[in-house]
């Protein structure tokens, strides 16, 4: 884990924070060499799990824009 002295990670905090983001690699900041702080990724988004884990599993057949069943049939129309 890389270690970073808070004078430069105060001076350079915003380039930090993106590079931990983009390469996942966690920094851990010192001062006088003590950790004081450890600067870790975001954890995956709980949507990203799920989102498309259904896909090709569903088969649609006929008209999905149709209703169901007559108007005719409907007791809000009679």
Sequence with gaps: ??????SKFKATCLAVLDRVAQTREPILI???????????PPAPSPAASWLGSM???VEIRGDIIAPASEPTE?????
């Design 74 to 78: 409907w007791e809000a129309l009679r």
């Design 55 to 57: 896909k090709d599993s």
């Design 30 to 40: 010192t001062r006088r060499g003590e950790p004081i702080a450890r600067i870790i």
């Design 1 to 6: 884990m890389e270690r970073m002295q808070i």
